[in-house]
C-alpha cells in the first residue's frame, strides 16, 4: 500500500536491530515502506513501480529503476535470511529506494563488465543495478548486523 507500512505478511515489526542499518531517513517524501520477503517480492516489485510512475518516472527509466530495485531485494531474500526492508522516497530532483537486511553483511565489488553467465559467476544483480541508476551506495557490515543498498535516479 503506498505510502503505508506493512510487514508483508511476515509478523517482523523492526526487531532489536532495526535501528541500525534501518534508521529512516527523514528526508523526502516517503512513498512506499515495505517488509519483503520471497514469496510477496512479486506484490513488492509492483506497488515499486507503480509508486515510481505516480513519483513521476516513465519509459526506459522506470522499467530499468523497477528492475534495479527487484534485484537488490531478491539479493536480501537470497543472501540475508529470506528477508527485508524497502523505502521508497521522492526528493527533491531523485526517487531514491532503500533496501535494508538483517543479513551477515557482504563486501560491495562490483565488476567494470558484465560478469560471467556460468551459475558459478554471481554479483549480475547488483552490476546491473550500478549500470541503471544514477546513484548506488553499499553499506554493509561483516559482524552481521546486515547490508543498507540505496539506489536513485533522477527525475528531471
Same mark, same amino acid.
Given at each position: 500500500?503506498? /505510502?503505508?507500512?506493512?510487514?508483508?505478511?511476515?509478523?517482523?515489526? /523492526?526487531?532489536?536491530?532495526?535501528?541500525?542499518?534501518?534508521?529512516?531517513?527523514?528526508? /523526502? =517524501?516517503?512513498?512506499?515502506?515495505?517488509?519483503?520477503?520471497?514469496?510477496?517480492?512479486?506484490?513488492?516489485?509492483?506497488?515499486?513501480? @507503480?509508486?515510481?510512475?505516480? %513519483?513521476?518516472?516513465?519509459?526506459? &527509466?522506470? +522499467?530499468?529503476?523497477?528492475?534495479?530495485?527487484?534485484?537488490?531485494? %531478491?539479493?536480501?531474500?537470497?543472501?540475508?535470511?529470506? #528477508?527485508?526492508r524497502l523505502?521508497? &522516497?521522492?526528493?527533491? *530532483?531523485?526517487?531514491?529506494?532503500?533496501?535494508? *537486511? @538483517? +543479513?551477515?553483511g557482504f563486501?560491495?565489488?562490483?565488476?567494470?563488465?558484465?560478469?560471467?553467465? =556460468?551459475?558459478?559467476?554471481? /554479483?549480475?544483480?547488483?552490476?546491473?543495478?550500478?549500470?541503471?541508476? *544514477?546513484?548506488?551506495?553499499?553499506?554493509? *557490515?561483516?559482524?552481521?548486523?546486515?547490508?543498507?543498498?540505496?539506489?536513485?535516479? #533522477?527525475? =528531471?
Open positions: 500500500m503506498p /505510502g503505508g507500512e506493512t510487514d508483508g505478511g511476515t509478523g517482523d515489526t /523492526g526487531g532489536p536491530n532495526a535501528g541500525v542499518l534501518g534508521a529512516p531517513h527523514r528526508r /523526502g =517524501t516517503l512513498l512506499l515502506k515495505r517488509h519483503f520477503t520471497g514469496e510477496n517480492l512479486p506484490q513488492v516489485r509492483a506497488q515499486v513501480e @507503480d509508486a515510481a510512475a505516480a %513519483a513521476g518516472l516513465g519509459g526506459v &527509466r522506470l +522499467g530499468e529503476f523497477t528492475l534495479a530495485v527487484s534485484e537488490i531485494a %531478491a539479493n536480501a531474500v537470497e543472501h540475508a535470511g529470506g #528477508r527485508g523505502e521508497l &522516497r521522492r526528493l527533491p *530532483d531523485e526517487l531514491e529506494c532503500r533496501i535494508t *537486511d @538483517d +543479513g551477515p563486501v560491495p565489488a562490483i565488476p567494470e563488465l558484465l560478469p560471467g553467465l =556460468t551459475e558459478g559467476c554471481r /554479483g549480475r544483480g547488483l552490476w546491473l543495478a550500478h549500470l541503471v541508476t *544514477d546513484r548506488l551506495t553499499v553499506t554493509t *557490515d561483516t559482524t552481521g548486523t546486515g547490508a543498507e543498498v540505496t539506489l536513485a535516479l #533522477r527525475l =528531471t
